[in-house]
């Protein structure tokens, strides 16, 4: 019997019940980073359909708003409304060091309440600086990587966003109405926030896509997209394995949002050294996506300073065929991965981040254990390997053969090496072995992948 049938039992002796309402919001976390800049940093105007926790460790920064110049010292937290304009740079100091989290939430009335604050600099004693103050030092410092126990990061994290959450919404809670601006910049932007969350449902829907492009045929259903004629694909990769690991990647990602949504509805999933932009295009002729892409790597290169390289997927009439678009974008990269690529870095682990970097770097050599990787990190080989598993899905050994056979693959394609070259580059000391494990993942020997890329 199901609790539903034995709700309503005993109701003969009740003298008086009551129900809350049902209850269901979402948040949302994104690009929240620690940073620290010497003398001349400047950050240009922008804006963003979310809100913005800035609080200053060390030194001055000047935030100018709407003209309106803010000048925080360390202690000062300024709360920036969503759609508010502004930029930032540094004051009358050497360095400074800043923490700094984008956030949104779905809940009318609690949005309303925040919004209703504006765009506001806090001081270091202030009531709500206070309170906050000891879960922004502490995402400070687990985003800073020093957090000395990586195995409770990722409690930590959610912990201390729910208590500024929680926070926040008290300290407006407690504003009288008739001090509650509704009004004040960026307060009232349902429109905007409607369209932020548009977004995020249909960015989870090409990031689930790229975790897994065999679902592609399932996409073929128009209504599940905006309106649009043409859709069209193409992936950027910053080859510095070390940019993945710092903010600018938040930067990149918003770029190429802000570049492409001129031409259309446009969404870019992150992955593991990649951006992928999809764009859904209305109009009836083909979108030129090339010169789009062109002038969208120009803009990266010149914002970032770093080399971007560009796989162009191509345009199609149908959803369905994004899985090809996607795939050819990879191969024009010299990616043509036998594995999906990796989840977002964003939401991962710091120890599982780590262990995935050093693999990156270590891959070649043959004595790379999960032992060996859990000593570094100051862990237990059956910890490591669990987080691994709770964190992306996949074994450290599913990992550590996936960039063997990736980097195998692109010294078949791009070099004259031998097979047993190969084996030994990629960390297989037994190159029969590192044959069978190729077959295994590719599907074919590395003799017959190389005679087919030949012909490609």
Not at 216 to 226: A, E, K, N, T, V
Not at 426 to 452: I, L
């Amino acid at each position: 019997m199901s609790w539903t049938s034995e709700a309503g039992g005993g109701r003969e002796f009740n003298l008086g019940q009551y129900a809350l309402p049902d209850l269901r919001f979402s948040f949302q976390m994104c690009g929240a980073h620690w940073r620290k800049v010497a003398s001349g940093w400047s950050y240009p105007p922008h804006d963003h359909a979310l809100f913005e926790l800035n609080y200053v460790r060390e030194g001055q920064q000047i935030t100018r708003i709407g003209g309106e110049p803010h000048i925080q010292h360390p202690g000062e937290l300024l709360l920036l409304a969503p759609g508010c304009r502004h930029e930032s740079r540094i004051g009358k100091s050497n360095t400074i060091t800043y923490f700094c989290i984008h956030f949104d939430i779905d809940d009318a009335v609690m949005y309303g309440r925040i919004a209703s604050l504006g765009s506001s600099l806090f001081a270091a004693d202030s009531e709500l600086t206070t309170k906050l103050q000891p879960d922004l030092e502490r995402l400070s410092r687990l985003s800073g990587g020093e957090e000395e126990e990586p195995s409770l990061e990722s409690f930590a994290i959610r912990a201390s966003i729910l208590r500024i959450l929680l926070e926040l919404c008290q300290y407006a809670f407690a504003l009288p109405e008739a001090d509650a601006d509704f009004s004040a910049p960026g307060g009232g932007q349902p429109e905007a926030a409607r369209l932020l969350r548009e977004r995020y449902a249909l960015e989870k829907k090409m990031q689930d896509f790229l975790g897994d492009p065999d679902v592609g045929d399932l996409l073929s259903d128009r209504s599940l997209f905006p309106p649009f004629n043409w859709v069209g694909l193409f992936t950027v990769m910053v080859p510095d394995r070390a940019f993945w690991t710092k903010p600018d990647r938040f930067l990149a990602k918003m770029l190429l949002e802000d570049a492409l949504s001129g031409f259309g509805t446009s969404v870019v999933a992150a992955g593991e050294q990649l951006l992928t932009a999809v764009l859904f295009a209305d109009g009836y002729s083909v979108p030129p996506l090339e010169e789009y892409a062109a002038d969208c790597r120009r803009l990266l290169e010149r914002r970032l300073n770093e080399t971007v390289r560009l796989g162009i997927g191509g345009v199609a009439a149908s959803p369905g065929e994004l899985k090809s678009l996607y795939h050819q974008s990879l191969g024009r990269l010299g990616l043509n991965e036998p594995f999906d690529p990796l989840p977002n870095f964003d939401f991962m682990n710091r120890a599982v981040r780590l262990a995935l970097l050093a693999i990156e770097s270590d891959y070649a050599d043959p004595e790379l254990t999960l032992h060996k990787l859990s000593l570094q990190l100051k862990l237990t080989p059956n910890y490591l390997s669990a987080l691994f598993t709770a964190e992306t899905g996949r074994s450290f050994t599913w990992h550590l053969t996936r960039i063997r056979i990736n980097r195998a693959c692109l010294l078949l394609q791009q070099t004259s090496l031998k097979v047993h070259q190969v084996a030994r580059q990629t960390g297989y000391a037994d190159p029969a072995y590192f044959s069978r494990s190729f077959k295994a993942a590719v599907g074919c020997s590395p003799a017959a992948y190389r005679a087919k890329a030949s012909e490609d």
